[in-house]
């Protein structure tokens, strides 16, 4: 009997050893722990919107891999900003020192869930801590109440290209200010031009003029004298008698105005056809002879033309109703021209201003873009217009989108209402061709993980449901901004336009997020070949963030 005590003694001395060992590892390990990580905040109460100052210590040899936490694990508080980690040394140890800026926008009292820090793969967690965020006091005592004010119309903001067509309307308005001058306004004349508008008789006597008052006979320069006095009767006979006068050899000059004088269309006296044959031939001999008669009588010749130019004027019969009509269409004619060649000027000068502009822009931006700029392209209008950053669903998606996204009525199948809390979905669908944006939110019943590939399948299921054929598939793991980590799943295939049953070459691009009870999606699709597409599709995706919890 003693010895069945004694053995039960010593067992129970062993069991209480054991426990003691026990304690003492969970104790050291507690302190290791202690020693090893540390976390404090700065205040345990804040207003609405203050922030406090949550701190990690980690001491840790130089040699440790250390992980702190990161993204949206401080719920229900919210991280404004993750400060950079200090390092301090200490002996043969070091303390790393990470900062985060918390905060709360709803009153009430939190607790912030502890926090894991990865050292060499082995998790270690922060203490639970409880803070307090209380409302702003308002003394309705102090301060005056005022009614609620009216809904005020804001201006939309609009990325309207202003610079551009002001330069553009400045351009034209340069071209069309030269056109004008030096085209289409009434210029001053001048007097070599107003001398040619005057009638043939008008400008013989003012030439005849000029020519009396030359220094010519002074300088002794007959030929120049009387080159310039025949010219100027025979100009006058071949605008005003209308005969080829200045091509003509003296004999064939008179020998034309003496069958005018026959035919009785000029008539004029014979004495004054002798003397103006005089006069050419003393011209000739001048010319071609060097001949040099008298001053006088070269200022006499000068004068005898005056008088020759004169009685012909006087002896071309007086022109005909027939003759004025036919002068009236020939200067209608001119001015006729005149203004086609204004017209021509103006229409080649701006179209060659076009195809100047149009080549540069095409060589600065390309053929495509301009075409589409000139002719219209929906997604380039979608990628060019004023976008739209939202939240949508819940839990929420913050994602910035071209247009608003419209909530959907969506009936969900009664097997999947055994499952399903709520199903939200969000979409834009292009009338014109494939390109489309959707959003979906699903709380689940249970708190259970869901089967993220299953949901992909549904959708690739849903697009061949609609006619979509030879889709292809790739995933990959993809990170948000904020380091939140979601499923991405792309690929392409032929796909259908709305409305129609032509299949054209499509891409899509699913992005996947899903915690305990629930899971979040983004949805797109859109052409193949089409460029402008592919810039939203990038900008959406690079803008999308998510809340997992």
Wanted: aromatic share 10%; hydrophobic share 35%; charged share 25%.
């Amino acid at each position: 009997m003693n010895s069945i005590y004694e053995k039960l003694k010593l067992e129970n001395v062993k069991s209480s050893f054991k426990r003691f060992i026990f304690l003492c590892l969970i104790f050291s390990g507690f302190f290791g722990l202690s020693q090893t990580v540390k976390s404090e905040i700065d205040v345990n109460s804040i207003k609405i919107g203050e922030q406090i100052n949550f701190i990690v210590n980690v001491k840790a040899d130089s040699t440790d891999t250390i992980i702190f936490p990161e993204g949206q694990t401080f719920a229900p508080l919210e991280m404004v900003e993750s400060f950079a980690t200090d390092t301090i040394k200490e002996d043969a140890k070091f303390t790393l020192i990470k900062k985060y800026a918390l905060t709360q926008f709803d009153s009430g009292s939190y607790t912030l869930p502890p926090q894991q820090i990865t050292i060499n793969e082995k998790p270690f967690f922060t203490d639970s801590l409880k803070i307090d965020v209380t409302t702003v006091a308002v003394d309705t005592m102090a301060q005056k109440m005022y009614d609620i004010k009216d809904i005020t119309n804001v201006e939309k903001s609009s990325t309207f290209p202003w610079a551009w067509v002001l330069g553009i309307l400045a351009t034209l308005t340069i071209i069309c200010g030269l056109l004008y001058w030096f085209v289409w306004r009434k210029k001053n004349l001048t007097e070599e031009e107003k001398v040619a508008l005057l009638p043939p008789y008008d400008r013989a006597m003012l030439e005849l003029k000029k020519l009396e008052n030359s220094k010519y006979l002074i300088q002794d320069e007959y030929k120049q004298y009387y080159s310039e006095l025949t010219d100027i009767v025979r100009s006058y006979l071949e605008e005003d008698v209308h005969i080829s006068a200045l091509e003509s050899t003296t004999d064939q000059l008179i020998e034309k105005l003496e069958m005018l004088k026959d035919a009785g269309n000029l008539k004029i006296d014979s004495d004054t056809l002798n003397q103006f044959k005089r006069i050419l031939q003393t011209s000739d001999l001048v010319k071609f002879a060097k001949s040099k008669p008298d001053t006088s009588i070269a200022e006499q010749d000068r004068k005898s033309i005056e008088n020759i130019v004169t009685k012909t004027k006087d002896a071309i019969p007086p022109p005909t109703e027939e003759e004025l009509l036919q002068r009236e269409e020939y200067l209608e004619e001119l001015e006729r021209k005149k203004q086609r060649k204004k017209i021509n000027i103006t229409i080649i000068t701006i179209a060659s201003v076009v195809v100047i502009a149009l080549s540069v822009c095409i060589k600065y931006f390309g053929f495509t873009y301009i075409k589409d700029t000139i002719l219209g392209h929906p997604t380039k209008e979608l990628l060019e217009s004023d976008w739209v950053a939202s939240s949508y669903g819940y839990p929420p998606i913050n994602i910035e989108t071209p247009k608003i996204l419209l909530r959907q009525r969506i009936e969900l199948p009664a097997e999947a209402k055994a499952s399903i809390k709520e199903y939200q979905m969000f979409a834009y669908q292009s009338a014109l061709d494939l390109f489309s944006i959707g959003v979906t939110s699903t709380t689940l019943k249970q708190e259970v993980e869901p089967n993220i590939e299953q949901s992909v399948e549904f959708f690739l299921k849903d697009l061949e449901n609609k006619g979509a054929k030879d889709i292809t598939t790739k995933s990959e793991e993809f990170t948000t901004q904020s380091g939140v980590k979601g499923l991405k799943s792309y690929g392409s295939g032929k796909f259908k336009f709305p409305d129609s049953e032509e299949l054209e070459n499509g891409k899509y691009t699913i992005l996947t997020f899903a915690g305990k009870g629930f899971q979040q999606q983004v949805l797109l699709t859109w052409l193949e070949d089409d460029t402008y597409a592919q810039s939203i599709v990038d900008r959406i995706i690079s803008s999308v963030d998510v809340k997992t919890e």
